[in-house]
Nanobody, 120 residues
C-alpha cells in the first residue's frame, strides 16, 4: 500500500502562488494514477486534479483550470500541485490520493492533508 505525505501548504494573499508536494512510499507509485482533492470548512471533499501514471494525461476541476498544474516525478515518487492566482475560495485542506482508474474512479490511499489559506 502506498503511503502519502503532503507538504507545502501555508498562508498566502489572494493572487499569490503555492506549490504542494506529495511524497509517496511504495513500489507501485510509478504505475499509479494520482490525484489532489480538497475540503473546505463545512463542505464536502472535492476533486481538484489528477494525473496518469505516465504524466501524459491530466484532468482538472473547472474551478482550478488554467490556475493549477498537476505534475509528477516518478524517479522521486512525488506528485506536485502548482497553484497560481489563488483565490480565497481555494482555502481548504488539500489531500493527495491514489486513484484506481484515471481520472478519478476509486480513491485508495490518502495523505494526512496540508492546509492552504488564502487571504483577501
Amino acid at each position: 500500500q502506498v503511503q502519502l505525505v503532503e507538504s507545502g501548504g501555508g498562508l498566502v494573499q489572494a493572487g499569490g502562488s503555492l506549490r504542494l508536494s506529495c511524497a509517496a512510499s511504495g513500489r507501485t507509485f510509478s504505475s499509479t494514477t494520482m490525484a489532489w482533492l480538497r475540503q473546505a470548512p463545512g463542505k464536502e471533499r472535492e476533486f481538484v486534479a489528477s494525473i496518469s501514471w505516465s504524466g501524459l494525461s491530466t484532468v482538472y476541476a473547472d474551478s482550478v483550470k488554467g490556475r493549477f498544474t498537476i505534475s509528477r516525478l516518478n524517479a522521486e515518487n512525488t506528485v506536485y500541485l502548482q497553484m497560481t492566482n489563488l483565490e480565497p475560495e481555494d482555502t481548504a485542506v488539500y489531500y493527495c490520493a491514489t486513484v484506481r482508474r484515471f481520472p478519478s474512479t476509486g480513491f485508495g490511499s490518502w495523505g494526512q492533508g496540508t492546509q492552504v489559506t488564502v487571504s483577501s
